[in-house]
């Protein structure tokens, strides 16, 4: 039974990126840009730092955060948002170039996702990342 609870926390986060991206219908993107943003993510923050990010996300979200995971010793340094929008797109593969058509769409899919963590994640750990 636990591992159902595990399937609808992940599934409401899916419904809520859908939701803040325009398309509810749509929980396929919105999980495929998701990961991709949270990838990107990962791959700016140290191990330390994902570890605190993860441990207040849904088991199932974790699994996503984590599939292909290659851990680096030195983060990559991402100081703006035109970096990160790349660092999404190049997660995005190979379906970026449907998702994610202009700089625009690329703000917009990371507000989105932001904000939905905002609702799952804790506001000082928002704020660690965000530094």
Known sequence: MKYKL???????IIIEVAEELGF??????????????????????TIQESFQMMAQLPMLMKALYVDGWKYREKPKRIKHIGDFIREVIHEDFPMAHHDITTTKDGENVIRAVFKVLRNHISEGEISDIMA
């Open 24 to 45: 509810p219908e749509d929980l396929h993107l919105a999980e495929r840009l998701l990961r991709a943003v949270l990838h990107a993510l990962r791959s700016r923050l």
């Open 6 to 12: 595990y399937i609808v926390k992940a599934q409401i």
